[in-house]
């Protein structure tokens, strides 16, 4: 994924006026559909990485589509343009910037461990165990984590039982909203902060802008992480099988030397 | 869990979580402290200073479903990426 485009203050500015969708490849087959539908590369199938602007229905691609910003832009000020000058055909879209009324979560925890872990971002479990507690705590905490002090600072998941926390150390039993490190290889979370969800939306907001200017920063090499992971032994098993062929030639490569 | 050499995961994490701990790193220290951990929301905001603002960043819809919805009830266009959050079945990078 080519983060010098989508961390670029411009493109964040205007992604305001955007929904913005950002799927894990090979993590859901319906998804992995979708994603085939907007674009398959030379071999057919599915690559790790898709790109396109859509129209709000999805169905239709209101610019190039390929594996990253680059198939359609040259660089991020000509995407940042690009993208306003989209926007103002919808008469919508401004006055919906940072309106939403849902929290983005993540299909799971431990996918969302993972992604946290890829942005460098802390974790945000929603602790509900009925459906009508989850919407109550929701509800709390749409306004801070659509506001633009909050908004992208967190990636989000929920769970309903307690046994699903088992990857993250330190959940307090009344705990029912948890910030948590992800760690460098989103394998297993610690916590940074926890609520009881009976807090103001003010005392909210800002523990959880605490939990940001906490969270532990350190730029991640990614030959050296990758290098580490392997040594490790790590590997993650994706929900569905990898089709990109690039990345299956390489990791064979690399994979089949450290066995041997 | 979907991952292979458990226990070497484990001891990483540990690893990472000890050293964490000595080095004092902001925040990390809450995970075994709990009262600390839950101080924020019991103090009354205008009595303490305001965190640090972080570099604003683009907010992700993490599901297909999700995202859609949101995008037909406010009419937004959508910004549309995949990425698998891993390398050579590595976690934790892009």
Same mark, same amino acid.
């Given at each position: 994924?080519?983060?010098?485009?989508?961390?670029?203050?411009?493109?964040?500015?205007?992604?305001? /006026?955007?929904?913005?969708?950002?799927?894990?490849?090979?993590?859901?087959?319906?998804?992995?559909?979708?994603?085939?539908?907007?674009?398959?590369?030379?071999?057919?199938? *599915?690559?790790?990485?898709?790109?396109? #602007?859509?129209?709000?229905?999805?169905?239709?691609?209101?610019?190039?589509?390929?594996?990253?910003?680059?198939?359609?832009?040259?660089?991020?000020?000509?995407?940042?343009?690009?993208?306003?000058?989209?926007?103002?055909?919808?008469?919508? %879209?401004?006055?919906?910037?940072?309106?939403?009324?849902?929290?983005?979560?993540?299909?799971? &925890?431990?996918? %969302?461990?993972?992604?946290?872990?890829?942005?460098?971002?802390?974790?945000? #479990?929603?602790?509900?165990?009925?459906?009508?507690?989850?919407?109550?705590?929701?509800?709390?905490?749409?306004?801070? %984590?659509?506001?633009?002090?909050? %908004?992208?600072?967190?990636?989000?998941?929920?769970?309903?039982?307690?046994?699903? &926390?088992?990857?993250?150390?330190?959940?307090?039993?009344?705990?029912?909203?948890?910030?948590?490190?992800?760690?460098?290889?989103?394998?297993?979370?610690?916590?940074?902060?926890?609520?009881?969800?009976?807090?103001?939306?003010?005392?909210?907001?800002?523990?959880?802008? /605490?939990?940001?200017?906490?969270?532990?920063?350190?730029?991640?090499?990614?030959?050296?992480?990758? /290098? *580490?992971? #392997? /040594?490790?032994?790590?590997?993650?098993?994706?929900?569905?099988?990898?089709?990109?062929?690039?990345?299956?030639?390489?990791?064979?490569?690399?994979?089949?030397?450290?066995?041997? | 869990?979907?991952?292979?050499?458990?226990?070497?995961?484990?001891?990483?994490?540990?690893? !990472?979580?000890?050293?964490?701990?000595?080095?004092?790193?902001?925040?990390?220290?809450?995970?075994?402290?709990?009262?600390?951990?839950?101080?924020?929301?019991?103090?009354?905001?205008?009595?303490?200073?305001?965190?640090?603002? +972080?570099?604003?960043?683009? +907010? !992700?819809?993490?599901?297909?479903?999700?995202?859609? +919805?949101? +995008?037909?009830?406010?009419?937004?266009?959508?910004?549309?990426?995949?990425?698998?959050?891993?390398?050579?079945?590595?976690?934790?990078? !892009?």
């Amino acid at each position: 994924m080519d983060r010098s485009f989508l961390s670029d203050a411009s493109v964040v500015e205007a992604s305001r /006026q955007f929904v913005c969708i950002r799927l894990a490849t090979y993590e859901d087959a319906a998804e992995a559909e979708f994603m085939k539908s907007v674009y398959v590369g030379r071999s057919g199938q *599915l690559e790790n990485t898709t790109f396109a #602007i859509l129209t709000p229905n999805g169905r239709t691609k209101l610019t190039a589509a390929g594996r990253g910003p680059f198939h359609a832009f040259r660089g991020s000020r000509s995407m940042a343009d690009g993208m306003r000058k989209i926007a103002a055909k919808y008469p919508q %879209a401004a006055k919906h910037a940072l309106t939403d009324t849902e929290l983005p979560f993540m299909k799971s &925890l431990d996918i %969302a461990l993972n992604v946290a872990a890829a942005d460098g971002l802390p974790m945000l #479990i929603v602790r509900g165990d009925t459906p009508a507690e989850r919407a109550g705590l929701c509800q709390r905490l749409v306004p801070a %984590a659509w506001s633009e002090a909050l %908004a992208g600072q967190f990636v989000y998941c929920f769970v309903t039982r307690p046994e699903e &926390l088992k990857p993250v150390r330190g959940v307090e039993q009344g705990s029912r909203i948890v910030a948590v490190d992800p760690g460098p290889f989103g394998l297993s979370g610690k916590v940074l902060a926890q609520f009881t969800g009976d807090e103001s939306t003010a005392q909210l907001k800002h523990g959880l802008l /605490q939990a940001v200017a906490d969270m532990p920063r350190s730029e991640k090499g990614h030959d050296n992480h990758v /290098q *580490l992971g #392997i /040594q490790l032994g790590i590997e993650w098993e994706s929900e569905i099988p990898e089709t990109d062929v690039q990345s299956l030639q390489a990791k064979e490569r690399v994979r089949g030397r450290q066995s041997r | 869990m979907r991952r292979i050499s458990p226990l070497l995961a484990l001891l990483v994490v540990v690893g !990472w979580q000890s050293a964490h701990a000595q080095d004092g790193t902001p925040g990390t220290s809450r995970a075994s402290d709990a009262p600390a951990a839950s101080a924020p929301s019991r103090l009354a905001p205008s009595k303490i200073a305001p965190p640090k603002i +972080a570099p604003p960043k683009i +907010a !992700w819809y993490g599901t297909l479903k999700s995202g859609l +919805a949101e +995008a037909k009830r406010s009419q937004r266009p959508i910004l549309f990426v995949s990425g698998a959050p891993q390398c050579l079945g590595v976690p934790g990078i !892009w």
